[in-house]
């Protein structure tokens, strides 16, 4: 369920849990709030964003349980002063929901990038994300680091 006005799905929007848990995410995300963010994800998930090795993620091994990903919340997430979510497809089958799309991280002093990029979510029976995978390139991102006007 989309709570923000930072997010445009234009993506087929069929219920679904994983699609469900997604959109809850990313509305946590861009209202900034960490404690509704963790309600989203079971206590055992795994988050990789981006999968393999990054800046916030230096040996690819991803951040696991709610203490790991409530540390990639306050490298990655806390630092940015807007999240801007344009998602174009939506897949969902089973328990897993892919989402295309891109993300513009705004910082404060007007700055951003833009990250092009695919999102898979695995979820439990309850509803509750035990697997994020994000699929995108660092070098990308920074490439497209747009400064203040």
Known sequence: MITSD???????????????????SYSAVAEGDLAEW???????????DPVGPSMFDPEGRGHHGHAGI?????????????????IEQSMANGNTCANVGRIRTSFADGSHTTT?????YV???????????????????????????
Not at 70 to 86: G, L, M, Q, V, Y
Not at 116 to 120: F, I, R, S
């Open 116 to 120: 092009e990029l695919v999102m898979v």
């Open 38 to 48: 963790l309600t989203v994800y079971a206590e055992d998930a795994v988050l990789e």
């Open 6 to 24: 930072a997010i445009v799905w234009n993506a087929p929007n069929d219920p679904h849990p994983a699609r469900a848990a997604s959109q809850r």
């Open 123 to 149: 979820v439990h029976e309850d509803g509750r994300v035990a697997s994020m995978k994000a699929y995108w390139e660092p070098e990308r991102t920074m490439a497209s680091f747009t400064p203040a006007s």
């Open 70 to 86: 409530s540390a990639f919340w306050e490298k990655a997430i806390a630092p940015i002063d807007r999240f801007e979510f344009t």
